[in-house]
């Protein structure tokens, strides 16, 4: 439990509280610890979300299949994240996508009840569930945005901008493969890999399997703006 408590000390969603509150808070059924390995399913599209999940180890993605049969990988989420805020009080709280381990990953699972008790007992509780629901709420909004862009170019312009702007860097560190960057940004491999290909003939990028390296970030946000 010792450890369980380390890792909340530093979720945002649970730093308002010290440990011996934490453990006072746990003293009960209302949580579950669960384990799950590489590629199984945590949560299936369609199931019902009861439980607030926070990702104690591993990582795991939210992925929907298209109608082509593509993958496409919509966010992930790592060790101190939380998942399904933004469905547990709703009237349709049914998970929209697959949810799946992209590694071993051990999950804190804590019930709705619970979850309604410390939004009740505890303001900064309360402040921080619903800036976490507003978070989820940008990152769904960011996504479409990607998805209804007209062409690979613009898919990865944007994907290449915004990472410029998280690493504060022109050369954009890829913690992924090239597949899992394809399933990122909604296209399929080859395309990507021809679409980079081209933009490096273009002078706009050069690039490697660890990093992407933008030439000219104005040129970059004027395509951006003009697309």
Do not use: W
């Amino acid at each position: 439990m010792d450890n369980l408590f380390s890792i909340l000390e530093t979720v945002d969603l649970f730093n308002c509280f010290s440990s011996d509150e934490l453990d006072k808070l746990f003293q009960n059924n209302l949580y579950h610890i669960r384990t799950y390995t590489k590629d199984s399913v945590v949560h299936l599209q369609n199931e019902k979300c009861e439980n607030l999940d926070i990702i104690l180890s591993g990582t795991v993605s939210v992925q929907k299949i298209d109608s082509n049969g593509d993958m496409l990988t919509i966010c992930s989420f790592s060790a101190g994240e939380v998942m399904g805020e933004n469905l547990l009080f709703s009237h349709r709280n049914f998970y929209p996508m697959t949810i799946t381990a992209k590694c071993d990953a051990k999950i804190l699972q804590i019930k709705k009840e619970l979850i309604l008790k410390l939004c009740q007992d505890n303001s900064k509780f309360l402040k921080g569930f619903l800036q976490s629901v507003s978070d989820k709420t940008l990152i769904l909004t960011g996504k479409i945005k990607i998805l209804t862009l007209k062409t690979i170019r613009q898919c990865i312009i944007e994907f290449l901008l915004y990472e410029c702007h998280i690493q504060k860097s022109t050369t954009i560190k890829l913690n992924m493969t090239k597949k899992e960057l394809a399933e990122k940004i909604g296209v399929q491999r080859p395309s990507l890999s021809r679409e980079l290909n081209k933009m490096r003939k273009d002078g706009l990028i050069t690039y490697d399997p660890k990093q992407i390296t933008i030439m000219d970030v104005d040129l970059l946000n004027k395509l951006h703006i003009d697309s």
